[in-house]
């Protein structure tokens, strides 16, 4: 059993094999890689694979290849990140078809070139990579299957196409027959309910919600139709109008950007007082890659593994790298936070020095024009003012020119025309020079309501800013400016914001929202699959909580069944597949155990008369049926009736 | 030591000693242990599976979990591969001691699946081989170093189909001994004198002298032909010539006396050769043996070296 020393060259045909399975496995990794980097890549590894096609390149080609591969991660993703760790493997799988000749170096290519969709999930778990990742798996198996037939040094007489059909169902065969185990183990094997390790971050972000907001900096994601949530309310469901997802509040105001109160996110969530008794739902987030969340406003309960802080800002106790479901229930306030402390007040109130003087001096102008008064009346006439300017002179546009100094007031006094982010920004600024606290609400507003499933999707184009503005006794009170210019925009029911519509052609919807509905269940099924939820796997049985001692007990318990099956497709491969002969061998057997089998050279008739000598009566009966099967086996074929007879007689036959 | 432990292994393995073919293997005596690019398979399989377990990324974790299982599937392939095979006959043609028994193993199924890349294997000599529901016959070259039956050692049947991350073999071991004529002697003295000498004088188409003229018969070569003489005549005629043979030859043991054991059966193999190739009679007295009477052709030379190389050895005849 001694390895041979030296690995035999691939055939020409395995060579294409083993490149196709690797190019399958890059592709979805480049996929994924900033535009430059993968198409940069995509290419290197086109050439170098032309160029090695009849000898490998020499040593010196490669280090310079390899070289530049490593530059070029290092100018477009600097630092050390997950997305810079694929980039780099993504550049080592380019360039090994290089150095790949004999029948071992294939084998190795094509192990390492798996881990291109592994590497490709840790970046984005979305269909399309879940698909290509499955075409390189089998891509690779294949590849796999025609190096081993090469070992065996036969020449193949149909080896003229690249893929034929009988190894693709072969190949299809053995991972049909592998799929029981792998699904037992993927939802019984005890998953870890904290990582032993993080998840080195990207160093490219991908565009989401985050801690801080520049005017204008919302624009690529409010381009981008992929899902942000999904979400299922059970009972009642908030009109449109309410339909606001409340993720990071903004507190502080440096001029140009909106951030965060990072020192507020440590405490206790701020007294409210509920207006109805609310809705319940379930919201199922894409992973953030933070530990941001978001939730209908304003959330009043949240599950296990989540808190709201001071200013109801939504959080996971751990960054979500994958999608996750939360039971919540949220209620519209009917007051919200009505003592604000002093020092809250002065936050929500402050603004940069030497910023935006026309809006100021605006903010100012109404609050002499309006007075003062301690029930806040006063204030709601100056935000209601602000509304109807708005509304009468501003116009909703995605096409906005580049930010100056005073953005605001360019905004206000010049554009008058930007999108959620600059009417909000706006309008907080301009209510704080009037003296009243406010701030910015960023999240989602609106959602599609998916007529195959019955749940809500949250796109990520809906993402949204609004304002709250403090007002004595009621608290916090949500205006949304960019409401009152474009409402339709806001809530989402515009008909050519349905997923899936072409113009005015719609008959894609369907197709659409099935197949948003097929990846929901993907979603629930596989990737949203944790801890917690294997914990809750048991459920719908009654038991409700599995431990990992039981679940363990469970996978070796479906493990065994599953070998068991395989070791019953082994003994089954192996037998007589003539149920006449199987019979007669069996009962041959039957006379081996006890001494009396018959021999190799024996006739049936001499080994009946053997056997008739000691037990006259079974060797009789033996010398008929031994006639029966030689008659079935050689003469003109028996009906069926009869060939069942004869098998009957002979399994009930004993010595 | 792993050398040891790999023999004892093998010890164990069935089947244990020879048997009687046909030989079908199953799945008692099939054993089934990952290739070196099988565990390298195992490792990175299990690097990705902590990897996905870590990070709790279930596409990852569902990725390495079906490669795993496709591998383990591939295991149970292996064995089919295997599974159900059958040796039906082993023969050679008997060679001298130091040349390759030129092996001829039938090979069948029970079943009508196909089995590719199968690797029969004995001792370091290894062919590849597919096979169908028709069976095939695989030659394979066996190396001899002496005289007498050579018993078949354990033939090894393996294969790493389908993905070559196992290799299944099993093995077949035939009772049964090859023939091994003895090696001739390469610097012989020339063939004893025959007894008598009297040897009667015999027709051959080749030799000296002209004899006489016969008619042409199918198959005469064209050089023999007497033209002139056949043009005098209207038919062909064809020269035959008179060649002295020699008489009939006894080999006897006792005609190598003085020679160490070994050597003498050498010679006396040396000389049936040579007679053989003369066309010679020949008979062969062997000590403890029936004399073999007077013969020539293949079967007289068969039977000659056969009881040569049957002759006990040196340690033995005591």
């Known amino acids: ?655 | 030591m792993l050398a040891g432990l790999r023999q004892r292994l093998q010890r164990w393995m069935r089947p244990r000693g020879p048997e009687v073919l046909p030989v079908q293997l199953d799945r008692h005596r099939i054993y089934v242990l990952p290739t070196a690019s099988g565990l390298f398979f195992g490792l990175l399989l299990g690097t990705m599976l902590l990897g996905a377990l870590n990070f709790n990324n279930n596409p990852a974790l569902l990725l390495a979990l079906l490669l795993a299982g496709t591998a383990l599937a591939s295991l149970i392939a292996a064995h089919m591969q295997l599974s159900g095979l059958r040796m039906d006959a082993v023969s050679a043609e008997p060679v001298a001691a130091g040349e390759d028994l030129q092996l001829r193993i039938a090979l069948s199924t029970a079943d009508a699946r196909v089995r590719r890349g199968l690797c029969i294997r004995l001792a370091d000599r290894f062919t590849h081989t597919r096979l169908d529901a028709n069976g095939t016959t695989v030659a394979l070259a066996l190396a001899t170093t002496q005289r007498g039956l050579l018993p078949l050692p354990r033939v090894e049947l393996r294969t790493v189909q389908p993905l070559g991350l196992a290799r299944a073999w099993g093995y077949a071991w035939p009772a049964q001994a090859l023939l091994v004529y003895p090696a001739p002697e390469t610097q012989a003295p020339p063939l004893p004198q025959a007894e008598g000498g009297q040897g009667h004088p015999q027709l051959a188409r080749s030799g000296e002298d002209p004899h006489h003229l016969r008619g042409y018969r199918p198959g005469d070569a064209p050089r023999t032909v007497a033209w002139k003489a056949s043009a005098r005549r209207n038919n062909l005629l064809v020269r035959e010539y008179e060649l002295p043979r020699g008489g009939e030859l006894k080999l006897d043991w006792q005609h190598t006396h003085g020679l160490p054991y070994e050597q003498r059966i050498r010679r006396l193999a040396r000389w049936v050769d040579d007679a053989e190739r003369e066309g010679r009679r020949y008979a062969l007295n062997l000590p403890a043996a029936l004399p073999i009477p007077y013969g020539n052709g293949a079967q007289h030379r068969h039977l000659c070296l056969r009881a040569l190389a049957l002759l006990p050895t040196e340690a033995r005849r005591g």
């Open chain 1, 1 to 655: 059993m001694a390895e041979r020393a030296s690995s035999p060259p691939m055939t020409p045909i395995a060579r294409g094999h083993v490149l196709l399975a690797a190019a399958a496995c890059l592709l979805p990794l480049l996929l994924q890689l900033p535009l430059a980097l993968g198409l940069g890549y995509g290419l290197g590894a086109l050439v170098v694979a032309a160029a090695s096609w009849r000898k490998p390149l020499p040593f010196w080609l490669r280090l310079l290849l390899g070289g530049c591969g490593l530059l070029a991660v290092l100018a477009v993703a600097p630092g050390i990140g997950r997305d810079s760790a694929c980039a780099v493997l993504a550049a080592m799988l380019a360039l090994k078809p290089a150095e790949t000749t004999s029948l071992r170096d294939g084998r190795s290519l094509v192990g390492f070139a798996l881990f291109g969709p592994f590497a490709t999930f840790l970046l984005d778990q979305g269909p399309l990579s879940l698909l290509l990742a499955l075409a390189a798996v089998l891509l690779a198996l294949l590849a796999l299957q025609r190096l081993a037939a090469d070992e065996g040094e036969v020449p193949d007489t149909h080896a003229a196409s690249l893929v034929q059909r009988p190894a693709v169902v072969a190949v299809l065969r053995l991972f049909a027959l592998g799929l029981p185990l792998a699904l037992a183990a993927f939802w019984l094997f005890p998953r870890l309910p904290t990582p032993l390790w993080g998840l080195p971050e990207r160093s490219i972000a991908k565009p989401g919600l985050s801690d801080s907001m520049t005017p204008g900096g919302m624009f690529d994601m409010l381009l981008d139709d992929s899902p942000a949530a999904r979400v299922q309310f059970f009972g009642a469901v908030p009109a449109p109008s309410q339909l606001y997802w409340r993720g990071p509040v903004l507190w502080d105001f440096d001029g140009r950007t909106w951030h965060q109160a990072q020192a507020l996110q440590l405490f206790t969530p701020a007294p409210m007082q509920a207006a109805g008794t609310g809705w319940e739902y379930q919201i199922e987030l894409e992973p953030s890659e933070t530990r941001q969340l978001v939730a209908l406003d304003l959330p009043t309960q949240l599950p296990e593994g989540a808190r709201v802080s001071l200013d109801y800002t939504p959080w996971a106790d751990t960054p979500q790298y994958s999608v996750s479901r939360w039971r919540m229930h949220s209620a519209p306030p009917a007051v919200f936070e009505a003592d604000l402390p002093a020092a809250l007040r002065e936050r929500a109130l402050a603004l940069p020095q030497g910023y935006n003087p026309r809006t100021l001096a605006l903010g100012q102008q109404w609050r002499r024009e309006a007075g003062h008064d301690s029930h806040g009346r006063s204030d709601a006439a100056i935000a209601q003012r602000a509304l109807s300017m708005i509304e009468k002179n501003f116009a909703y546009t995605l096409n906005v020119p580049m930010a100056g100094r005073n953005e605001i007031d360019d905004f206000l006094f010049d554009r008058k025309e930007g999108f959620c982010e600059h009417f909000s920004s706006a309008f907080v600024v301009l209510m704080r020079a009037a003296g009243i606290p406010a701030r910015v609400v960023t999240g989602y507003a609106g959602g599609y309501r998916n007529p195959v499933g019955g749940y809500w999707l949250v796109r990520k184009s809906d993402a949204h800013a609004w304002s709250e503005i403090w007002l004595p006794k009621r608290g916090w009170v949500r205006v949304d400016p960019t409401a009152a210019v474009a409402p339709e925009r806001v809530y989402d029911t515009l008909a050519d914001r349905q997923p899936g519509r072409i113009g005015n052609f719609t008959g894609l919807v369907k197709v659409f929202n099935t197949a948003d509905w097929l990846r929901r269940g993907w979603n629930d099924f596989v990737l949203g699959f944790n801890a917690q939820r294997q914990r809750d796997l048991l459920k719908p049985l009654g038991v409700n909580s599995l431990q990992p001692r039981d679940l363990a007990l469970l996978f070796a318990l479906i493990a065994g069944a599953a070998l068991l099956w395989m070791r019953w497709l082994i003994a089954r491969g192996e037998r007589q597949r003539d149920p006449l002969l199987r019979a007669w061998h069996a009962l041959d057997m039957r006379y081996r155990k006890l001494g009396r089998g018959r021999h190799l050279h024996e006739p049936a008739q001499v080994w009946a008369t053997r056997v008739a000598a000691d037990t006259p009566h079974a060797g009789e009966h033996l010398s008929t049926l031994a006639a029966r099967v030689a008659a079935a086996r050689y003469a003109p074929a028996l009906s069926r009736d009869a060939l069942h007879q004869l098998l009957r007689d002979l399994r009930r036959h004993r010595p």
